[in-house]
């Protein structure tokens, strides 16, 4: 067992970001290199976040990982490729003779073990988070400053987009290494204040068919998803890129849900087809289309990943009046835990005019719950050693 002298441990934090312009496509497997360019606004921590703690010690004699408390196996290629790839910036590093801060070698174990703040259950991307704080700590304890993409994305690609807060950009790249495929801050959390996100819990089975295997299978059949990736895409982030910069909502709005749209008519060219929506997922869709159409303007905005929960962007002075419009549409099942989560929203009633409006049959528990949240900021190192979840002998702490 390490002693705690002999132990050196960081632990991070890290957001959830949701693409707006999507990623689906790869033109590298190994490295986890895209066929586009794409834009993502990353989460608040308050309400959705991975917390990791690295520990490495001379006294280690394997790597372990532990996720949400359970062992699991380290040989994964994907975990490898992440600590490969940051032992050889570390490995870098040192050759170029920069001062080692750490009293540590390279050829110490690493155990890490990582929790999230929300259900795995609830079918909420956890892997872009997970590889983004993963590569975070691992960066820590090694003592590697260097630019992190490369080491979160060949984790998930999404993931080096969760390196940064507010709007984050992830540049496709040109190069055949990768080296300039990386993620870039557009706009920081502080740039739109007033913007809200709201998560729109639909179902918390498992997905039917991944991202990795699903975009493998759209890139080798789907002639609409090159057509995307080459015709359409480039200029869609700079035509996002400047309403984040304008904070033009509507903007913002009508093209993040044409993208989802786009990435999910993709979906259905795969050949065979993937579908990730169900009828709730388009009974949303619906409700706001609906909802914009009653106000002669874009006041909300949804977006779905490869699953058929959705993402809804809002102004906050919209929020209160759009929960209110799920809660007609959804009418929440009483099973004790509550339907609105995370920031709080003013109960306000529905118009008469706002309800003839929607037309809507009521679907009871189609919406399991709401997660109301903002734009937040990065990954951020906790300094408290209380926050560690391994203890002085590298092994989880019970709570963990
Ligand atoms: C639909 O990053 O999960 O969420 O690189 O194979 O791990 P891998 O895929 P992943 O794909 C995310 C796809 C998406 C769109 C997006 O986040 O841009």
Redesign the pocket.
Known sequence: MASEKQLVAVTCTAPV???VI???G?RDEDL?LPINS?L?VTLHQDQLKTTTTAAISKDFTEDRIWLNGREEDVGQPRLQACLREIRRLARKRRSAGDEDPLPLSLSYKVHIASVNNFPTAAGL?S??AGYACLAYALARVYGVESDLSEVARR?????C?SLYGGFVEWQMGERADGKDSIARQVAPESHWPELRVLILVVSAEKKLMG??AG?QTSVETSSLLRFRAESVVPARMAEMTRCVQERDFQGFGQLTMKDSNQ?HATCLDTFPPISYLSDTSRRIVQLVHRFNAHHGQTKVAYTF??GPNAVVFALDDTVPEFVAAVRQCFPPELNGDKFLKGLPVRPVPLSEELKAALDVDPTPGGVKYIIATQVGPGPQILDDRQAHLLGPDGLPKPAA
Do not use: E
Request: no cysteine; hydrophobic share 40%; charged share 15%.
């Open positions: 970001n949701i693409a999507k990623y689906w790869k986890i794409s993502s991307a892997s872009a984790g998930s690609g999404s993931a987009r991202s990795t975009m990435f990943d490869a």
